[in-house]
């Protein structure tokens, strides 16, 4: 067994009582007949095994703790339990999603939204309620049905929220992308599924600017021969000229004949639907080509969602709940469900670091945040920054942080505990757009060792497969589920036979969900993400993961953030290094050796890169990941499908036919 890397915090006896996963635990030993090592399950760890040993068990009590709102749950739990694909959880039940998010209808506060410096807005439940009643009737004006396909082009506002929820209410799907989205973006994803109808915005604000979206708009509409009705938000500026743009409307027309107050004494009438009815299409990057249509179904999402934010998060109703998102990556859905664990959301659109690099711990103090949903590049980037909240802010009511997106480094988790707050738990999260979802993430009542993701999703058998299919502990390898969950895909869109969805995650191991990322499972029930595993490293066929190369470089002052690739060179593969360096710094050998030195004293020599090149900018996803499998194409001469996917394509240039790399 390895040594344990240090614990950097430990709940108190307090909190751990006061979780909801104790409470979990109660219900489930009264009422479900669950065991532990010896009797009644004690601690999380047990819960663990229980879950994936018993799942039809663990997820009827998932529904009973959380209180599912539903016309009836039926008699059957799960069908097809030994087909993946092609299991079937609560193949009876009859429920609404949207339901479930707008169980209140008080004068509480459910959403407070920051436009950067610009604009701030409050929205109580009632509010909230009476916005998606007259949003459900103008939708059901226009002649949306269940079935029918909505679309947004829209920033994380609270109309967008609104839009989402009153699709779900009669059973249409929602899709959604961000407005820095090029055209030719918009239309690769809207294009596929055909929507009826297009909510989309006049303009957003970035870095303290206001960008112009209309001639983008009328360019998507004209794209998108589907669409009848294009409703137009004003954020910006108040109703621009939108005649340019095919059949468009300003949102107060679309909803002029519900007038405000129409929803406060009538019940919206929720389509009571098939628990795998779909709910979301969301996008796989697209860096690679197309990308995929994935369709979630509405059950699975709320039922792990649900999990997620109570057990795994710990959350409770008057919590508030915040994620830095944008409507284009699927932590927007984790964070619009947190509305039916009774939280109240906190919503920021624009820069992170505008107008200061503090502004979202400005935004935690003044709203009393609960829970701090970031990624671990931007933990990074304050860390670069010598940002230092706990000087600045109190953070008082901040109980957790999640980071995801990419792994977070071990200096990543010294940061938050030296700079951001000691009694903290840090949640360093991992899952994707293919589960809406996570397969390891936190646990409040367990320590958190640096460097690790605390524990593997309950209900999900998250297990590490070495090449030949074999579970390990303590080596790295392929991270796969074993059986089947509520949050799969239902389907991927135009796949009426399946084999897209078949290719994407079964083709590997058959019959076991095989994610692409290369993971390792230490002995203490911890996990460690190494990158996808389609970027990992194979120099000398022995695999490395790109995280490990990420963790050494990054550390120095001097640089910014690395990209690596393997290159085909002489009958093997070279590994070779990017750096974008801090503004003024050059590459020079003294640096090189450095990086070098670095890599080979903390890793291996394997990991040492054979070139490494200073570029001005990265290339990366609009989530802000960073696309290593593009920049290889670049590299190999092999072109890249599908530039609108990136927020930077630009930055593809700083890597083509480098002369440095035919040498």
């Known amino acids: ?51 994936v040993r018993e799942p039809e068990k663990f997820w009827n009590a998932v529904w009973d703790f959380s209180g599912v709102v539903a016309r009836t749950r039926g008699a059957r739990t799960l069908v097809n339990a030994d087909r993946m694909p092609g299991a079937q959880w609560f193949p009876d039940a009859r429920l609404n999603y949207a339901q479930n998010l707008l169980r209140r209808r008080d004068d509480g506060t459910a959403i407070v939204f920051w436009g950067e410096d610009r604009v701030r807005w409050r929205l109580t439940y009632a509010e909230l309620y009476d916005a998606v009643f007259r949003t459900v009737q103008a939708l059901k004006a226009a002649g949306i049905r269940r079935g029918d396909r909505v679309a947004a082009f829209m920033p994380n506002l609270p109309d967008t929220i609104i839009f989402m929820l009153a699709t779900a209410s009669i059973g249409a799907i929602w899709s959604s992308c961000s407005p820095d989205f090029g055209t030719q973006g918009v239309l690769d994803r809207f294009g596929q599924i055909e929507p009826s109808i297009l909510f989309a915005v006049e303009g957003y604000y970035y ?117 830095f998102t944008t409507c284009g990556w699927m932590m927007w859905n984790w964070l619009v469900s947190g509305l039916a664990s009774g939280a109240r959301l906190l919503l920021y659109d624009g820069s992170p670091a505008y107008p200061t690099q503090s502004v979202l711990f400005d935004f935690a103090d003044a709203e009393d945040m609960s829970v701090f949903g970031t990624s671990a590049k931007y933990i990074d980037a304050l860390n670069k920054a010598a940002v230092k909240p706990m000087r600045t802010h109190k953070l008082r009511s901040l109980k957790t942080m999640t980071s995801t997106g990419s792994p977070l480094v ?126 990992t490293l194979n120099p000398g066929g022995v695999r490395i993961g790109t995280a490990e190369i990420y963790r ?23 590994v070779v290094l990017f750096v974008r360096l801090r503004e003024g710094r050059q590459l020079d050998e003294a640096l090189v050796d450095r990086i070098r030195s670095a890599i080979r004293r903390n890793t291996t020599p394997r990991h040492v890169p054979a070139k490494v090149l200073q570029v001005e900018d990265i290339p990366r996803t609009k989530s802000g990941k960073i696309v290593e499998l593009a920049v290889r194409n670049v590299v190999h001469g092999v072109a890249v499908k599908n530039i609108e996917a990136l927020a930077n394509p630009e930055a593809l240039e700083h890597f083509r036919n480098r002369a440095e790399l035919s040498v």
């Open 1 to 51: 067994m390895t040594a344990a890397p240090p614990v950097l915090w430990k709940p108190s006896k307090k909190r751990i009582s006061e979780s909801n996963i104790r409470r979990f635990i109660d219900l489930v030993n009264s009422g479900y007949g669950a065991t532990g090592a010896g009797g009644a399950i004690t601690d999380s760890v047990q819960l663990y095994d229980w879950s």
């Open 207 to 323: 870095n303290g600017k206001a960008h112009d979206t209309l001639e983008r708009l009328a360019q998507i509409a004209e794209g998108l021969p589907s669409v009848k009705t294009v409703v137009v938000v004003s954020y910006t500026r108040d109703k621009p000229d939108i005649s340019s743009i095919r059949s468009a409307q300003h949102l107060e027309r679309f909803v002029a004949p519900f007038p405000a107050g129409s929803g406060t004494h009538a019940d919206i009438a929720f389509e009571q639907l098939p628990f795998n009815h779909p709910l979301f299409i969301l996008y796989s990057s697209g860096t690679t080509g197309v990308p995929k249509c994935i369709v979630h179904g509405a059950g699975g999402t709320l039922l792990q969602h649900l999990k997620e934010h109570q057990l795994h998060t710990d959350l409770k109703s008057g919590d508030r709940l915040f994620y």
């Open 410 to 535: 071990p200096e990543g988790f010294d940061y938050v505990y030296t700079h951001v707050k000691k009694d903290l738990l840090l949640s360093s999260i991992s899952g994707g757009t293919d589960i809406v979802s996570c397969f390891v993430l936190g646990d409040p009542t367990l320590p958190v060792y640096r460097g690790e993701i605390q524990r593997r999703g309950f209900g999900m058998n998250v297990q590490v497969f070495n090449d030949d299919g074999e579970p390990v502990i303590g080596e790295k390898g392929e991270l796969v589920c074993t059986a089947p969950f509520p949050s799969m895909p239902v389907h991927f869109w135009n796949d009426d036979d399946g084999a897209r969805y078949h290719a994407a995650y079964f083709s590997r191991f058959p019959g076991v969900w095989c994610h692409g990322d290369f993971m390792e499972l230490t002995e203490r029930g911890t996990a460690i993400i190494y990158g996808r595993s389609d970027a």
């Open 552 to 574: 050494q470089v990054e550390q120095l002052e001097e640089v910014i953030e690395g990209l690596v690739i393997g290159q085909e060179w002489d009958n093997d593969v070279r």
